[in-house]
């Protein structure tokens, strides 16, 4: 790891100017915070209470009632800088793998979901028009949709597909050297579509870029179904110029409250939190998330996570012994495998063979997958995610069948223009 003073790092002239100089949005209760006895006529807010039929015990009149959301709060505003949540995250990942020194909430940006981080960090770092962004396909595609709407260009250095989808830093750290217009390259880790765990010294070779000065992000979704201490969230206290992202939605199950996570620096989080909007995390998301993140959830969610593992490695030992199941290809640090469907039992892999499943298995089987063939190293894929034991069965099972059906006929017949379908199920994002 270079000396501090020789990186070439400068967030006073990596961030856009009208950020640095931006105040963000305060409130009275910046300064005044509430412990529940005071006459709150600051906000406009509604002092009689929500609008819900609830009983005075908060619970719903017919049924549902939950004590860890206080109903009766929600005519309030909820904390805009969700300190006691940003603590449990930083619980979570304060390993002492990657560092000897800890994160804080002042490292951290929660939003919803981790898109919300992707577009902030755009607004934050890229000068629509002006500026790009370097991704490595395959991988999610929300970076490209908030790029758009951002009005920045990509640039894109694909995944090594000889090497199970590696990130090419040398091919990365020659294209910063001369595309100068590039702020921010977005890693996925474990990738998505991929399922692979990025190395880390790959990682560290962009970070240590001689003359850029950019951020490198790390799309860490899919990280708890990876071995253990692989999260390199602590790392961005060695690295100002890396934010690391996080979320509730895969192993803690938890996408319907829509829960996202940014480590950075103190200078980096700063800006981000400056430019969100002031209450951008619901009172019953944060205290479900809350809720999740202490010992008693996380032994659950350790419980369904080892259940996940154990339904993946049995679909690692049994596809292959389906006739029409080709290779694996990436890795298997996710909840997802992405599998290559071949042209014949003994073939290569096949876009058309692979479109005419995918439509077969949602249409006539009610099971529903993703074609990801059009992406770059994926001909012929389906990315498969992991399911319960028994929707494994299902799967398993029809898939089998299937596949037979598509090898009898001797022409896979396909409604309209392949290619313009198999464009259209692969565009879908997630």
Not at 10 to 34: F, G, M, V, W
Not at 322 to 333: D, N, Q
Not at 380 to 405: H, N, Q, S, W
């Amino acid at each position: 790891m270079p000396d501090k003073k020789e990186r070439p790092f400068d967030l006073a002239r990596c961030a856009r100017p009208n950020i640095l100089q931006l105040q963000p949005y305060r409130c009275a209760r910046d300064d005044y915070k509430d412990d529940g006895t005071n006459v709150l006529l600051d906000a406009n807010e509604n002092a009689y209470g929500p609008g819900l039929d609830l009983t005075q015990n908060e619970s719903f009149n017919g049924g549902f009632a939950s004590s860890d959301i206080d109903f009766l709060g929600l005519n309030r505003y909820p904390d805009p800088h969700q300190i006691h949540l940003k603590q449990l995250l930083c619980n979570l990942r304060n390993t002492k793998i990657h560092t000897s020194q800890e994160l804080k909430p002042e490292n951290l940006f929660v939003g919803v979901g981790s898109d919300e981080a992707i577009d902030a960090l755009l607004r934050c770092f890229c000068a629509p028009g002006r500026d790009r962004i370097l991704t490595c396909p395959p991988t999610y595609g929300m970076y490209a949709v908030s790029a758009q709407v951002n009005d920045l260009d990509i640039a894109k250095v694909p995944l090594d597909p000889c090497t199970d989808f590696g990130l090419r830093a040398d091919w990365i750290n020659t294209r910063l050297s001369t595309d100068t217009s590039i702020k921010m390259v977005y890693i996925c880790s474990p990738g998505n579509p991929t399922a692979n765990l990025i190395a880390k010294k790959d990682i560290q070779e962009v970070l240590e870029h001689p003359t850029w000065n950019g951020i490198v992000v790390l799309d860490e979704a899919y990280i708890d179904f990876a071995p253990p201490g692989s999260s390199l969230a602590e790392w961005v206290l060695e690295w100002p110029n890396l934010v690391v992202m996080q979320t509730l939605s895969k192993a803690f199950g938890l996408a319907g409250i829509r829960l996202g996570a940014a480590f950075a620096s103190s200078a980096v989080a700063s800006l981000l939190n400056n430019l969100k909007a002031p209450y951008n995390i619901s009172s019953p998301t944060s205290a479900l998330a809350c809720k999740a993140l202490q010992p008693e959830s996380l032994k659950v969610m350790e419980e369904n996570r080892a259940k996940i593992i154990k339904q993946r490695e049995r679909m690692v030992g049994e596809l292959p012994k389906i006739p029409g199941v080709g290779r694996f290809m990436g890795g298997r640090a996710a909840n997802f495998l992405l599998v290559e469907i071949l042209d014949g039992p003994k073939g290569e892999g096949s876009n058309k063979t692979a479109l005419a499943v995918y439509e077969a298995m949602a249409e006539t089987k009610g099971v529903v997958v993703r074609f990801r063939g059009k992406e770059a190293g994926c001909e012929g894929c389906l990315r498969i995610t992991v399911g319960t034991e028994k929707e494994v069965d299902k799967f398993l099972a029809e898939i089998r069948v299937v596949l037979e059906e598509v090898y009898q006929k001797s022409k896979i017949e396909t409604n309209g223009s392949e290619e313009a379908k198999e464009r259209e199920a692969n565009a879908i994002v997630a």
